[in-house]
């Protein structure tokens, strides 16, 4: 780095200090390791559904909802996971890694069976006989991405691809697997538990007495291949970003980098027969879409792009954007999101108590360009 650059301590006064920051990259590397990683396939996937993968060699796995009232309502999920140790430094204290991006990337492989909808559906249109119910406002039903739950002992460590489903009860018993999987689709409660959602908008079951009640998935896939309300395309590329404002997200993210294992799953609403409600497609079966596995041989496998810093304790590591800022940073004022005075914050969207602040590190150390001195260069040369 340049001269013109300065290393402050949150030890002088908070009110001694004011420094103008500089846009652009301070690249984790220099303070602790810059991540960039987008592994070529999953290390294992499975595909959740009661009467379909057992050992987690199949080449497609559809995401489809079932209405019988003996099974979950989000009946076909599909579980992905990733191995990182080979990719990231773990170990390093889940509060130490930095994400600014994560995406999935999944290919659909039938054509023309489902229609789009990039929207998020409340539960209430899916209860058709239930008070308050409301029609969707546009067609088809959207997939949507959530962290992996484990129950019966198993963990993100201990459940494989040929790891069994779960109770299956007789075909002709009340319950053939509600709430029985070993793996599911799990988003975090009020208080930071992981909440299975396979049947959020409620079951017809007596059995079940669970209410129903609203999910809220990590991202909801996105293609560029149809537009809303069109039939998707073989081949279509879907994108999920994952919510890196949500501090529970992030924290799950964080643990999974710190081990070194990252498990998430697909899900979607989706009619597994047209005549279902919301059932509008291509003909077939079914309405819902059937994602490319890492065994297949004809589509590309799911995609996981990560890219962050792993910091050391004392450091500030995150970005700050590059698009036209020169904001003003007072050592110790940091909210998690890096405010500075003009409205910018940094491309680390993770929300940050002054608690867990002070456990990272954030703010206790800076790096300011001293006002009217020569612009600092990146690496690569690039000016900031």
Not at 39 to 44: C, V
Request: proline share 8%; aromatic share 12%.
């Amino acid at each position: 780095m340049r001269e013109s650059w300065k290393s402050c301590k949150l030890g002088i006064s908070q009110s001694a200090f004011w420094g103008v920051l500089a846009c652009g990259w301070m690249l984790a590397r220099v303070l602790g390791g810059e991540f960039s990683v987008a592994p070529a396939a999953p290390s294992m996937d499975r595909w959740m559904y009661s009467f379909g993968d057992f050992l987690g060699d199949r080449s497609v796995a559809p995401n489809f909802a079932s209405f019988d009232p003996r099974f979950d309502t989000w009946d076909a999920q599909y579980l992905m996971g990733w191995d990182t140790d080979g990719l990231v430094v773990t170990n390093a204290g889940p509060s130490r890694y930095l994400l600014r991006r994560a995406r999935l990337e999944v290919r659909n492989t039938v054509n023309n069976a489902f229609v789009y909808d990039a929207t998020f559906d409340p539960y209430l249109t899916y209860a058709t006989n239930q008070p308050g119910y409301m029609p969707d406002a546009d067609p088809g039903r959207p997939v949507q991405l959530y962290g992996a739950g484990f129950r019966n002992g198993f963990t993100a460590a201990t459940f494989l691809e040929n790891s069994p489903y779960g109770r299956i009860n007789p075909i002709t018993s009340g319950n053939i697997s509600i709430g029985t999987r070993n793996a599911f689709a799990a988003m975090f409660g009020d208080q930071g538990q992981l909440v299975d959602v396979s049947n959020n908008v409620g079951q017809a079951n007596p059995e079940w007495t669970q209410p129903p009640f609203e999910v809220r998935p990590w991202a909801v896939g996105t293609t560029t291949h149809a537009a809303p309300g069109e039939l998707v395309p073989e081949d279509a590329l879907f994108t999920f970003d994952i919510d890196l404002k949500d501090p529970w997200i992030v924290g799950y993210l964080q643990s999974a980098l710190n081990e070194g294992r990252l498990r998430l799953i697909l899900a979607s609403l989706s009619p597994a027969n047209q005549v279902t409600p919301g059932g509008t497609g291509g003909g077939g079966a079914g309405a819902y879409p059937q994602w490319a596995t890492r065994e297949n041989l004809l589509f590309a496998p799911p995609r996981l792009i990560l890219e962050g810093g792993v910091g050391r304790l004392g450091t500030l590591p995150f970005w700050i954007p590059r698009q036209g800022c020169r904001g003003r940073y007072r050592p110790g004022s940091i909210d998690g999101t890096c405010r500075i005075s003009d409205g910018h914050r940094s491309e680390f969207p993770q929300q940050l108590s002054s608690d867990r602040q002070r456990e990272v590190g954030w703010g206790s150390q800076c790096h300011s360009r001293v006002p009217n001195g020569p612009e600092p260069e990146l690496p690569g040369g690039d000016q900031l």
